[in-house]
């Protein structure tokens, strides 16, 4: 396959955003990473889908992407130029290029305004001053999109949730773009109106030759409309490649649980019963190495060590614990003491163990008599040592290294140490 | 499992809910019936506008009157009748004995108190309970339902919790008074796949636990198949199908679950419903799925609401394909033949001469390209027919 170049190609594309402390001096005390360096290629008259769940950064990509948001560091190209270098007359060209659908229809429409008015208006911005020339190209696109031309002299709340996104999509297509960016275009639409509203944008796709970079949490929606698929978590894309393959065969283990999660409409499959513990972590405070460790349901076990995969999970859940909150030793003992429990070290030291749900004893001895030199430092109020301890010990690649995204295959990269 | 001829635990018999707004008096549920028995999961699915979320608020005395009205049908808890039970009577079986958990867990907590003071006056609520001992339930119940440490959590303000961590919350308030029934109102509709599997394992778990009834709304087929046991489709106010699950997925009868199910994404060939549920103000007379319907026959709109009749399979379809006289593998090829009526209760479409005049939608019925989703044609025409309608 001879590959055409990009239309639109991203590189290590970053969006912190700081937080601050202090109003007149303001210092910066921590960042949200929203996006973390993401790369990604949209070629032309393909369609790329990012999913990922609520906070892993797909909207902000899609904002930044198209400068709604400055990225914090990275490049977009746009037909080979930089995007993130624009300014006057350049971005103004690149956003006639460029066009966007919300997912909320009612954010892109004034309720003020007519549905031809709202659609006809980025055509008035960009120079097309003669009514009745906006006029014929908006009834010309509202039928496109499945409107009637009337519709062009209804107001926003006359039209069905269906119908607006409808109208939304005239609008962001009236200026011929070759890049269209959806973000979460039919999150609001009922199935069946989802199903026509996906069916006629895969017509307008191969009709106006468009680009499309879409976003979605809907696993089963972006299967339906995308060529190529990126996965993102918490900033960082884990996965990409065909659509196709990644659901029947998906390669990180977080691809995989967010595949099995997707409810089946067949009985057969959907009581079984998969899935993922936990929630995703602050994208303030993201995990060590990578960071989905805290998840992962696979996370590899240090160099030699035999443990059943749950024990040593709750070993990794421990040392995170520890690392971000440390323990109240002085509390969990007065609660021991309020059940009858005694001060004895060795009675703190399990109480330590029971507190962060560790498992009474590791099956590998080895490794047990570390966890019990750890928790016993915790006990004696040690925080330090016992953590010292524990790094020491219980060393893994996926707490200690970020994995990079590194191609399994010719068209299919993956960001996971188990794939290395 | 549960063993279909046990006594119903609730009973919802031809329930019409109408609400009065100034364009008109809105059919709300328009003719609903279903039973649930204890441990079932019955699922009522559909799409926005369909009834759902009004008949579960009805069942537990939470529509607002006026301007929301029960004018047909009944609803029996243990034999007992709840549409026109005093308000006094309705407080002791609601939260005690039917729980409620919402869409937006927000509706079911109080922003300006902590989780454990809003636990424990529910607690309190229902049982005679010192504080103390009311606290220690809270923590079991926050336990059970999954949350971690959850001692320390009772300070908490909702807003400092996650989505998915709130709706355990409103699910661990909803168990407090132990009940009998849980009706859940799309509890998993603002939260990621893999954080809606959590709690779906969890409400699993603690049907099986407990011996809970749970009436569960949801417009995701893909929830249905993972949680239903029983199936009620329902399209403007009204029952379409009422099947086992695996009947419904195997075997769908109506020609909306059908479509419904052809209009999903992953499943193959996504073909969507063409046209727009009806207006509530204005439903057909007929069949409410008559209009975008590709099999409609011209009786369809005739005569009030099809009778339900019951497949061969068991299902109950409300169709007129499915009387005797008439060939139900036109509509569902898949199917064996035969059914018989069922159900003295249900509006009987027999009388062809029925009340009303055939309504405008029969007239520009064409079924011929309906399910074809190539090209501008169909699309537009679609359009223009919404455009119209609107």
Not at chain 2, 163 to 179: S, T, W
Request: hydrophobic letters at 35%; one cysteine or more; glycine letters at 8%.
């Amino acid at each position: 396959m001879t590959e055409p170049a990009p239309i639109l190609s991203v590189t290590d594309l970053r969006k912190h955003y700081r937080l601050t402390e202090g109003v007149v001096f303001s210092r910066e005390v921590g960042r949200v990473r929203a996006v973390d360096g993401i790369s990604f290629d949209l070629y032309p008259g393909e369609t790329l889908g990012l999913v990922g769940e609520t906070g892993c950064g797909k909207s902000t990509a899609a904002k930044t992407v198209l400068r709604l948001l400055e990225p914090t560091a990275g490049t977009v190209r746009f037909d080979g130029r930089d995007v993130t270098a624009f300014d006057g007359d350049d971005l103004e060209r690149f956003r006639r290029r460029a066009g966007m659908v919300f997912q909320d229809p009612t954010s892109t429409l004034d309720p003020r305004m007519t549905i031809g008015e709202s659609v006809g208006e980025p055509l008035l911005i960009h120079g097309v001053t003669d009514r009745s020339r906006r006029r014929e190209r908006v009834e010309t696109l509202l039928e496109r999109v499945g409107l009637s031309a009337t519709a062009a002299d209804r107001y926003p709340h006359e039209l069905s949730g269906g119908q607006k996104q409808r109208a939304a999509l005239a609008r962001a297509l009236v200026l011929n773009p070759d890049l269209l960016v959806a973000d979460e275009p039919v999150n609001a639409l009922d199935a069946s109106v989802q199903a026509e509203f996906l069916a006629l944008l895969e017509d307008l796709t191969a009709e106006f030759d468009l680009s499309v970079l879409f976003i979605s949490h809907d696993l089963n929606v972006v299967r339906e409309v995308a060529d190529r698929t990126a996965v993102m978590y918490l900033g960082e894309i884990v996965e990409k490649g065909p659509t196709d393959r990644l659901f029947r065969d998906p390669s990180h283990p977080y691809t995989q649980a967010l595949v099995a999660s997707i409810p089946e409409p067949d009985p057969e499959r959907a009581r079984r019963s998969v899935g993922l513990d936990g929630e995703v972590p602050e994208p303030s405070d993201p995990p060590d190495g990578c960071r989905f460790h805290t998840r992962c349901p696979a996370v590899i076990q240090p160099a030699g060590m035999d443990l059943e995969q749950d024990e040593w999970r709750s070993v990794v859940a421990f040392r995170r614990a520890l690392k971000a909150d440390g323990v109240d030793v002085d509390e969990l003992r007065a609660r021991r003491e309020g059940t009858g429990g005694t001060d004895d070290p060795e009675g703190l030291r399990a109480a330590v163990r029971a507190e962060f749900e560790l498992p009474e004893a590791l099956s590998d001895p080895d490794a047990d008599a570390a966890l019990d030199e750890a928790t016993a430092a915790v006990a004696r109020g040690d925080v330090e040592s016992g953590l010292d301890r524990l790094e020491d010990a219980f060393s893994s690649v996926c707490i200690e290294d970020r994995p990079e995204l590194e191609g399994v295959d010719e068209d299919r990269q993956v960001a996971c140490h188990l794939r290395e | 499992m549960t063993d279909p001829t046990d006594d119903p635990v609730l009973s919802v018999e031809d329930l019409h809910v109408q609400f009065d707004t100034y364009g008109g008096p809105v059919r709300a549920v328009d003719g609903v019936s279903f039973d649930l028995h204890p441990g079932e999961t019955v699922c009522l699915v559909g799409e926005s506008g369909a009834g759902k979320t009004v008949t579960c608020e009805t069942i537990t005395g939470l529509i607002p009157a006026p301007p929301g009205e029960v004018t047909e049908g009944s609803i029996t808890f243990e034999g007992a009748e709840l549409t026109d039970a005093a308000e006094r009577q309705l407080r002791e079986i609601r939260g005690d004995r039917i729980a409620y958990v919402f869409q937006h867990p927000q509706n079911a907590l109080d922003p300006v108190y902590t989780i454990g003071d809003q636990l424990v006056e529910t607690i309190g609520y229902h049982r005679d309970v010192a504080d103390e001992a009311a606290r220690n339930e809270a923590v079991e119940l926050l336990d059970r339902v999954g949350i971690a440490k959850p001692a320390n959590r009772l300070g908490d303000y909702p807003h400092e919790l996650s989505g998915g961590m709130r709706q355990r919350v409103a699910i661990a308030m909803a168990l407090a008074g132990d009940p009998d029934v849980l009706v859940a109102d799309e509890p998993t509709a603002d939260l990621d796949v893999t954080i809606e599997a959590q709690i779906l394992d969890l409400l699993r778990e603690l049907q099986a636990e407990r011996d809970l009834a749970v009436v569960y709304v949801t417009h995701d087929l893909g929830i249905v198949a993972g949680i239903a046991d029983t199936v009620v489709v329902m399209y403007a106010g009204t029952v379409m199908e009422r099947a086992s699950v695996d009947r419904l997925f195997d075997r769908p009868a109506h020609p909306y679950t059908r479509a419904l199910l052809e209009s999903l994404p992953g499943r193959g060939e996504m073909v969507p419903i063409p046209g727009q549920h009806p207006d509530p103000t204005d439903y057909p007379d007929g069949c409410p799925f008559d209009p975008r319907c590709p099999h409609a026959v011209p009786e369809c709109s005739e005569g009030g609401r099809p009778a339900f009749h019951e497949t061969l399979g068991g299902s109950d379809v409300a169709c007129v394909f499915y009387r005797d006289d008439r060939d139900s593998t036109v509509v569902a090829p898949d199917r064996e033949e035969g059914t018989r009526a069922v159900s003295a209760r249900d509006p009987d479409s027999s009388d062809p001469v029925g009340s009303g005049p055939p309504t405008d939608e029969s007239a520009s019925r064409d079924g011929a390209d309906r399910g074809s989703r190539d090209g501008a044609d169909s699309d537009s025409r679609d359009g223009a027919g919404r455009g119209d309608g609107a």
